[in-house]
């Protein structure tokens, strides 16, 4: 009796085991399931997608709030990393230059693909979150800094002082200014792109962000 108490109880085990690995997503998975929400978000939100060439005739992105033509919801993909960005405004400042760091102010929204959630945002903080940007050759460097009395951004206080690599992508088509010549970019990115938090999560990210300059300190 015992013996076979026993093997039912390794039956048992062996069964729930087996369930469990089942119900395990592999990583290509979770990548499929990914690109079901992006692609989910992209019909949700009636967004044409245009290619980097037909992007860099004019580094124009219509949306229905600048326009030029507001009847279309366009957003250029970077096929070699996956992510969607529209500009909606470029900015009334000057690009950053071959070997120049510049400090920046970011207000932004960051949602889930997958809900439209909001995760987190500093729309109504005292202080934006800070982050500098270096740019040497055409690569662009960044990362979040303390703001007045030390007090670090939402982004760092949730995620770390990285900022995702996304964050970057506007930057060669953008010219943020100070104020009222700040720049706003929409992007949907992927986990690779993200934050640490979503890259170990495998999940895509929406990030309206308006971007202005501010005098290095």
């Given amino acids: 009796m015992k013996k076979i108490l026993y093997l039912a109880v390794l039956f048992v085990v062996a069964s729930v085991s087996f369930i469990s690995c089942d119900d395990e997503e592999t990583y290509a998975e979770q990548k499929e ?3 079901r929400h992006i692609s989910n978000w992209i019909s949700q939100h009636n967004i044409e997608i245009i290619s980097v060439s037909d992007f860099l005739k004019d580094t124009i992105t219509n949306n229905p709030e600048t326009g030029p033509d507001k009847t279309r919801n366009q ?35 960051e949602r889930y693909v997958s809900s439209g959630d909001t995760i987190i945002l500093n729309l109504f903080e005292s202080e934006p979150d800070i982050f500098y940007v270096k740019r040497t050759g055409d690569n662009y460097s960044a990362s979040f800094i303390n703001g007045t009395g030390g007090t670090s951004a939402v982004m760092a206080k949730l995620y770390g002082y ?10 060669p088509y953008i010219k943020p200014g100070m104020l009222d010549g700040a720049a706003k970019v ?23 962000i308006t971007i202005s300059s501010q005098k290095w300190q």
Wanted: glycine letters at 8%.
């Fill in 75 to 109: 957003y250029v993909l970077f096929p070699d990393n996956g992510v969607y960005m529209q500009i909606v405004k470029r900015g009334g400042g000057s690009a950053i230059e071959p070997g120049e760091t510049k400090n920046m102010n970011a207000r932004f929204v």
């Fill in 162 to 171: 990285s900022v995702p690599n996304a964050w970057l992508m506007p930057f």
């Fill in 186 to 208: 929409r992007l949907i990115v992927p986990h690779n792109q993200g934050t640490q938090t979503a890259a170990a999560n495998v999940y895509p990210t929406f990030y309206e």
């Fill in 33 to 35: 399931r990914e690109a």
